[in-house]
């Protein structure tokens, strides 16, 4: 380990492999004999941490988002099924030196795993049966109590394509009256008496020829801009209501006659 780790610090903490993937959380620490410091961790993984796979912690660091292990997930998903009843036996360590190609301690005449090779981490020696018992740390949370978990909705949101918008403009014909003011000419006859009675004339036919000229309508075309339109999006928000179904763990007492109490 980078430092040196109270065992009772490493309960419950998140496990991850050199990739960044989440293995689970601890729940025991198994201490060497040698330098009683925590040597193999076991990992709660499977549904609800039902399963504990033992993990070594050479090379092992914590930071603040759990303890960095050197194995990946598929090294320990593929690990021995080893109890984590308090204690390993010499057979049951060999496995797991094996199955992480670590090398194995050499092994004391009373059958207890001694300190490794010279050159090695002592840290990684491996224990008997009676060092196991001697050096393995449960958490309080383990020991005297349950933990009860329950699902939550965790609601986000994301954007979704819904449809397409199309600006076009097409042709109408349409019927339209304007009123115009025209003139025309008419003929009128203009007298005007003569009192001196000079102006005479011979009697006789004559006529006066006078062209007569009127206004008419006179349609033309012509186009001219009106308006312009462009589309554009504007975000608008509003609420809606998701729902779904979670499960929640309740705890059932049971007394000595056999009646239960729930409790949530």
Do not use: C
Request: charged content about 35%.
């Amino acid at each position: 380990m980078a430092k040196t780790m109270q065992p009772q610090e490493l309960i419950d903490s998140a496990v991850v492999d050199p990739a960044g993937n989440k293995l689970g959380k601890v729940g025991n620490v198994y201490l060497a004999d040698a330098t009683h410091q925590p040597e193999w961790i076991t990992v709660k993984t499977g549904l609800f941490g039902t399963k504990e796979s033992f993990v070594p912690l050479s090379g092992a660091h914590t930071d603040k988002d759990g303890v960095h292990v050197q194995v990946d997930k598929d090294a320990v998903s593929d690990a021995p099924r080893i109890d984590a009843d308090g204690h390993l036996s010499p057979e049951e360590s060999t496995q797991l030196y094996q199955h992480y190609g670590l090398p194995v301690p050499r092994t004391s005449p009373d059958g207890r795993m001694g300190d490794r090779t010279q050159g090695r981490d002592p840290a990684m020696g491996g224990r008997g049966r009676a060092g196991m018992d001697a050096g393995t740390t449960r958490g309080k949370s383990d020991q005297d109590a349950m933990t009860r978990s329950e699902e939550r909705l965790n609601v986000g949101t994301e954007q979704v394509e819904t449809g397409h918008v199309r600006l076009r403009k097409y042709v109408v014909t349409e019927e339209q009256q304007v009123t115009v003011p025209v003139r025309h000419e008419e003929v009128r006859i203009e007298r005007e008496p003569i009192k001196d009675g000079r102006a005479g004339g011979d009697i006789g036919e004559a006529e006066q020829d006078v062209v007569l000229h009127s206004e008419k309508p006179v349609v033309r075309k012509e186009t001219v801009p009106v308006e312009r339109a462009r589309l554009r999006k504007e975000t608008v928000t509003d609420e809606q209501t998701v729902s779904g179904k979670v499960r929640k763990e309740q705890f059932e007492v049971t007394d000595d006659e056999g009646k239960k109490h729930r409790r949530s």
